[in-house]
């Protein structure tokens, strides 16, 4: 596996670990399920987009515009356009369940049902944070500023559960953040292998250092 084929898994893992956080508020496990199954077509299609390669802006316009179809697929098929494409319904369709969602947080107590609304506001998110995680940590090759977006999600469901969130979802979240940072100082590591090793000039021992000229 390459080195941002492995940081591209990792930040998938670790944006799915941060997730978990949200699991408490809702009834049942399903929409984490979905979410890592959209996840993992929004990091395939940023993986092959790298390896063509495309440039940044346009491998985050192929996962944006992957993410979006995914979701019409997902919430709007009877408003898309041939049952695929997002067209005008399926954006109405898209706010209507929003301010569902919206409305459904703010009605029932946690855990709260599982409505199509607070499953939209949850995968969505999901993939947002993921897309913002996917971007900074194996585009640009910066997994520090990737902690942002991962510390966020996590927030919003502390804050959200009123601090009954427990640490074991914390030390979730806290670990895949680990695991990407491990992961891209593994592939720095491995560029500078690659930069100190390389083919040794003609009549050099294959250390890569020359012999001493004779007098």
Do not use: K, N
Not at 19 to 36: E, F
Not at 54 to 67: E, K, N, Y
Not at 118 to 142: P, Y
């Amino acid at each position: 596996m390459s080195g941002r084929a492995r940081l591209a898994l990792c930040a998938a893992a670790a944006t799915l670990m941060a997730s978990s956080a949200l699991l408490p508020l809702v009834d049942g496990p399903t929409w984490l399920l979905l979410s890592a199954l959209l996840v993992a077509v929004q990091a395939g299609v940023g993986t092959a987009a790298r390896r063509i390669p495309l440039s940044r802006s346009l491998t985050l316009t192929a996962q944006l515009l992957v993410t979006l179809v995914l979701l019409t697929l997902v919430f709007a098929r009877a408003e898309a356009l041939g049952g695929l494409l997002p067209g005008p319904d399926a954006f109405l369709r898209f706010g209507a369940l929003f301010g569902q969602g919206a409305d459904d947080v703010s009605h029932y107590a946690i855990p709260a049902p599982l409505t199509d609304g607070i499953r939209l506001l949850l995968v969505g998110g999901v993939l947002l944070v993921h897309l913002l995680v996917d971007t900074l940590a194996v585009s640009f090759r910066r997994a520090a500023p990737a902690g942002l977006p991962l510390l966020a999600l996590y927030s919003v469901a502390a804050g959200l559960s009123d601090g009954a969130a427990d640490w074991l979802w914390f030390l979730v979240a806290a670990a895949g953040y680990l695991m990407l940072l491990l992961a891209e100082g593994r592939e720095r590591l491995a560029q500078w292998g690659r930069v100190f090793g390389g083919t040794p000039r003609a009549g050099a021992p294959a250390g890569g250092v020359t012999a001493p000229a004779r007098t």
